[in-house]
Structures are given as structure tokens and as C-alpha cells.
């Protein structure tokens, strides 16, 4: 009321705008994107980064890439491999984020009060997940650096998640990194549990 200025100012700037301040990790976009906006596709961009990460494990498989008759498309609908890995890489994502959960709790119970505090904290982690979608890119168009691009994509999506975490509990920068070292902890830890069961992860 004493500057007559919107708290957010994103309320008045287009969504390409938005989208490009959040692509850049601003944190005033997370509040406004958190906060502000009616934005409810948290489940199905969760559900489609996991197929992401799938078809990407699934590529990388040797017994998925021997058979390349153009003719034999039903073969993808059939491939048992695939399904395996959407299952690991659901299950890596679920521990990466009860690691950060668990964290969070341990060193800030006040903050996670309520169920509404966990849902939010929930929603804001899957969105800020979306960085995932350029695995897809990054395995279309193959080329020598392509680690190298996983691993920025990886390094993209973790900052995502960062500043999803701060913004949503007010934190400062170093409580969320460590949340999220927590859940990598937890997360490479389910890994070493499928290779020790001989699966390919």
C-alpha cells in the first residue's frame, strides 16, 4: 500500500518472460510460478521427465539397440527393458526426494508443520525438475559431447531444485544444497542396491 507497486512484478510481465527468468534460475520467477500462478501439471511433467530418463537408460542398454529393423516398430510397445527402467528411475527419483524430505525435517522441523507444507514443497521439487525434458534433445542429437551435456543437464536440474527448495521455505543458499546432497546420497545409494541385484542401471 505505501509504494501503490505490485509485490510481484512478474504479474505483469508476459510468460515467455517468466519462462526465460526461471530457465535462468532467477528466484523471484520460482515465487511468482509457486505462488501466483494455478500451475497444475506437476504430476504429468513428473511422469514425463521419468520417461525421459527411461528412454535414455533404455537407449543406452546394449540388447535394446541390436535389433534395427525399421519394420519391427510394435518391438518398442513390447520392450520389457524399457518398463524396468522407468520402475529404477521412479524409484531413484522417490528416494532422491525423501532424502531431501528427511533432511529438511532433521534440520528445520518447523518449517514442514503441515501436510499443505509438504505438498507445496512436493510440487515445487517436480516442477523445478523440468530440465529433464533435455535428455531427449541431448539423445536425438548424438554427438561426441553428449556426457558432457547429461552432466550439464544434471548440474541445471539440481540448481532447479535448489531454488525450488529456497523459495518455498524461505531458506538461505547452503540448507538446500545440503538437502540435496542428502538426496543424492540416498538416491546413488538405491543405485549401488540394483547393481548389487545384478540389475542394469
Known amino acids: 500500500k505505501s509504494c501503490q507497486k505490485p509485490v510481484d512484478k512478474y ?3 508476459d510468460p515467455v518472460i517468466i519462462l526465460i527468468n526461471a530457465i535462468l534460475c532467477k528466484a523471484q520467477a520460482y515465487r511468482h510460478i509457486l505462488f501466483n500462478t494455478k500451475i497444475n501439471i506437476h504430476g504429468k511433467l513428473c511422469i514425463f521427465c521419468l520417461l525421459c530418463e ?6 543406452q542398454l546394449q540388447d535394446s539397440s541390436q535389433n534395427i529393423d525399421p519394420d519391427d516398430l510394435i518391438r ?3 520392450e520389457w527393458d524399457f518398463y ?6 521412479s524409484l531413484e527419483q522417490t528416494s532422491f526426494l525423501v532424502g531431501i524430505f528427511i533432511a529438511l525435517w532433521q534440520m528445520r522441523p518447523e518449517m514442514l508443520k ?6 507445496l514443497l ?6 523445478s525438475s523440468y530440465g529433464k525434458l533435455l535428455l531427449i534433445p541431448a539423445v536425438i542429437w548424438e554427438h561426441d559431447y553428449t556426457p558432457l551435456c547429461l552432466m550439464l543437464i544434471k548440474v541445471f536440474v ?17 540448507l538446500p544444497w545440503l538437502a540435496i546432497f542428502i538426496g543424492l546420497v540416498l538416491e546413488n545409494a538405491v543405485v549401488c542396491l540394483f547393481q548389487k541385484m545384478g540389475w542394469n542401471v
Open 11 to 13: 504479474v505483469e510481465y
Open 54 to 59: 527411461a528412454y535414455l537408460r533404455w537407449l
Open 76 to 78: 518398442y510397445a513390447k
Open 84 to 89: 524396468r527402467m522407468f520402475g529404477i528411475a
Open 114 to 119: 503441515t501436510k499443505s507444507d509438504f505438498i
Open 122 to 127: 512436493l510440487k515445487a521439487l517436480l516442477l
Open 158 to 174: 539440481l540448481t532447479s531444485n535448489s531454488q525450488a527448495i529456497r523459495v518455498t521455505l524461505n531458506l538461505n543458499r547452503t
